[in-house]
Protein backbone atom coordinates (compact mmCIF):
# COMPACT_ATOMS: atom_id res chain seq x y z
CA UNK A 1 0.00 0.00 0.00
CA UNK A 2 1.48 3.49 -0.98
CA UNK A 3 1.39 6.29 1.60
CA UNK A 4 -0.32 9.58 1.10
CA UNK A 5 1.87 11.98 -0.26
CA UNK A 6 0.05 15.14 0.95
CA UNK A 7 1.54 17.61 3.68
CA UNK A 8 -0.20 18.09 6.65
CA UNK A 9 -1.38 21.11 8.69
CA UNK A 10 1.60 20.70 10.87
CA UNK A 11 3.95 20.22 7.65
CA UNK A 12 4.33 17.00 8.24
CA UNK A 13 3.85 14.23 5.73
CA UNK A 14 0.47 12.22 5.88
CA UNK A 15 0.20 8.65 6.82
CA UNK A 16 -2.64 7.56 4.70
CA UNK A 17 -3.55 5.53 2.37
CA UNK A 18 -3.41 6.62 -0.92
CA UNK A 19 -6.63 5.67 -2.64
CA UNK A 20 -5.47 5.56 -6.41
CA UNK A 21 -2.70 6.43 -8.64
CA UNK A 22 -2.85 10.50 -7.51
CA UNK A 23 -0.53 9.29 -4.68
CA UNK A 24 -3.68 10.63 -2.09
CA UNK A 25 -5.29 10.15 0.75
CA UNK A 26 -9.30 10.50 0.94
CA UNK A 27 -8.29 13.95 2.91
CA UNK A 28 -5.86 14.92 0.66
CA UNK A 29 -7.27 14.28 -3.12
CA UNK A 30 -9.32 17.27 -4.04
CA UNK A 31 -11.74 15.19 -5.96
CA UNK A 32 -13.33 14.56 -2.69
CA UNK A 33 -12.65 17.99 -1.13
CA UNK A 34 -16.68 18.59 -1.75
CA UNK A 35 -17.13 15.07 0.22
CA UNK A 36 -15.35 16.27 2.81
CA UNK A 37 -16.94 19.52 3.29
CA UNK A 38 -20.35 18.59 3.52
CA UNK A 39 -19.32 15.66 5.92
CA UNK A 40 -18.04 18.49 8.02
CA UNK A 41 -20.63 20.73 7.71
CA UNK A 42 -23.07 17.94 8.78
CA UNK A 43 -20.93 17.22 11.19
CA UNK A 44 -21.22 20.98 12.87
CA UNK A 45 -25.26 20.81 12.32
CA UNK A 46 -25.47 17.57 14.33
CA UNK A 47 -23.26 18.60 17.30
CA UNK A 48 -21.79 15.19 17.57
CA UNK A 49 -24.03 12.35 18.17
CA UNK A 50 -23.18 11.31 21.23
CA UNK A 51 -23.66 14.44 22.97
CA UNK A 52 -27.81 13.77 23.60
CA UNK A 53 -26.64 10.40 24.63
CA UNK A 54 -24.22 11.76 27.45
CA UNK A 55 -26.76 14.14 28.20
CA UNK A 56 -29.39 11.25 28.69
CA UNK A 57 -26.65 8.94 30.68
CA UNK A 58 -26.01 11.67 33.21
CA UNK A 59 -29.62 12.59 33.84
CA UNK A 60 -30.11 9.02 33.94
CA UNK A 61 -27.23 8.49 36.95
CA UNK A 62 -28.92 11.80 38.60
CA UNK A 63 -32.45 10.37 39.01
CA UNK A 64 -31.07 7.55 40.31
CA UNK A 65 -28.93 8.97 43.02
CA UNK A 66 -31.77 11.33 43.70
CA UNK A 67 -33.66 8.30 44.17
CA UNK A 68 -31.52 6.39 46.17
CA UNK A 69 -31.02 9.81 48.53
CA UNK A 70 -34.82 9.53 49.11
CA UNK A 71 -34.94 6.06 49.72
CA UNK A 72 -31.95 6.51 52.28
CA UNK A 73 -33.32 9.52 53.97
CA UNK A 74 -30.33 11.84 52.91
CA UNK A 75 -33.08 14.14 50.37
CA UNK A 76 -36.07 15.58 51.09
CA UNK A 77 -39.76 13.84 49.10
CA UNK A 78 -40.72 17.35 48.28
CA UNK A 79 -37.22 18.61 47.14
CA UNK A 80 -36.58 15.20 45.69
CA UNK A 81 -39.93 15.28 43.62
CA UNK A 82 -38.94 18.95 42.29
CA UNK A 83 -35.86 18.25 41.23
CA UNK A 84 -37.32 15.10 39.18
CA UNK A 85 -39.39 17.54 37.64
CA UNK A 86 -36.61 19.77 36.73
CA UNK A 87 -35.41 16.65 35.15
CA UNK A 88 -37.82 15.47 33.90
CA UNK A 89 -38.42 18.93 31.21
CA UNK A 90 -34.80 19.09 30.70
CA UNK A 91 -35.30 15.30 29.22
CA UNK A 92 -37.96 17.32 27.02
CA UNK A 93 -36.51 19.43 25.68
CA UNK A 94 -33.77 17.09 24.41
CA UNK A 95 -36.14 15.63 22.75
CA UNK A 96 -37.40 18.15 21.03
CA UNK A 97 -34.06 19.23 20.36
CA UNK A 98 -33.29 15.89 18.58
CA UNK A 99 -36.80 16.30 16.60
CA UNK A 100 -35.86 19.44 15.24
CA UNK A 101 -32.59 18.44 14.32
CA UNK A 102 -33.71 15.14 12.46
CA UNK A 103 -36.42 17.71 10.62
CA UNK A 104 -33.17 20.10 9.30
CA UNK A 105 -31.37 17.38 8.38
CA UNK A 106 -34.54 15.99 5.72
CA UNK A 107 -35.50 19.20 5.27
CA UNK A 108 -31.87 19.51 3.53
CA UNK A 109 -31.86 16.31 2.00
CA UNK A 110 -34.92 16.60 0.42
CA UNK A 111 -33.57 20.10 -0.79
CA UNK A 112 -30.54 18.42 -1.85
CA UNK A 113 -33.02 16.09 -3.78
CA UNK A 114 -34.76 18.30 -5.04
CA UNK A 115 -32.45 20.62 -6.70
CA UNK A 116 -30.50 17.55 -8.38
CA UNK A 117 -33.71 16.24 -9.70
CA UNK A 118 -34.79 19.65 -11.09
CA UNK A 119 -31.11 19.52 -12.57
CA UNK A 120 -31.46 16.24 -14.29
CA UNK A 121 -35.20 16.87 -15.55
CA UNK A 122 -34.00 20.40 -16.81
CA UNK A 123 -33.01 18.75 -20.38
CA UNK A 124 -36.07 16.93 -20.59
CA UNK A 125 -38.54 17.95 -23.00
CA UNK A 126 -41.19 20.23 -21.97
CA UNK A 127 -44.08 18.55 -23.03
CA UNK A 128 -46.09 17.93 -19.89
CA UNK A 129 -44.48 15.05 -17.11
CA UNK A 130 -42.91 12.37 -17.68
CA UNK A 131 -46.53 9.85 -18.25
CA UNK A 132 -47.68 12.30 -21.16
CA UNK A 133 -50.37 14.07 -19.48
Same mark, same amino acid.
Given at each position: ??????????? #?????????? !???????? $??????????? +?? &? %???? &?? %?? $?QAELSDIKRRLS?LADDVLEGRQDK?????????????? +??????? #??? @??? @????????? @????? %?? !???? !?? &? &?? +?? %??
Amino acid at each position: MATCTGITRTG #KRCKGVAIDS !SGLCYAHH $PDHAEDRRRAA +RK &G %GHRG &GR %GR $PQAELSDIKRRLSDLADDVLEGRQDKGVAAVASQVLNVYL +RAISVEL #KVR @EQT @EIIERLEAL @EASSS %GA !SSGA !SR &G &GN +RW %GA
